[in-house]
């Protein structure tokens, strides 16, 4: 007969590395949405409880800001164009890349919530 009880389940001490950050890994608090989108640099993250600061890792953000800022860059020059053919004032298309950007900038933020690593800086 073997030592374990079939009937336990097996005692993980920590997640796997590679698992998303729902916590602060020093002093366990919970990372929100709203922690998330407190935090100005998307690739740190600096605990509002313990203040340590972490290193986030977040598979393909980099290109997807980078393709989000390049839509953004065209929707204000197709609409600046469209707008001016018109008649209209050019201040719209600013208004647009704007709240285009916000969208963005939200769904960065939940996108790393989701997916990300933090590693705890030197």
């Known amino acids: 007969m073997t030592d ?3 009937y336990r389940a097996p005692q993980i001490d920590e997640p796997p590395p590679d698992f998303p950050a729902t916590a ?3 002093c366990k608090a919970e990372i929100t949405l ?3 989108i407190r935090q100005f640099n998307p690739y740190r993250f600096r605990c509002l409880r313990c203040r340590e ?3 986030v890792h977040t598979p393909h953000l980099a ?3 980078a393709v989000g800022v390049a839509i953004g860059v065209l929707l204000v020059g197709g609409s600046a164009v469209v707008l001016d053919w018109l008649g209209l004032s050019v201040a719209w ?3 647009a890349f704007l709240a285009f950007c916000g969208v963005l900038l939200l769904w960065s933020h939940s996108y790393g919530q989701q997916h990300c ?3 705890r800086l030197r």
């Open 34 to 36: 709203w922690v998330s």
């Open 117 to 119: 690593r933090l590693s």
């Open 93 to 95: 298309s600013l208004l």
């Open 4 to 6: 374990q009880d079939p």
């Open 24 to 26: 602060c890994p020093a």
């Open 53 to 55: 600061t972490f290193d």
């Open 63 to 65: 290109a997807i800001v």
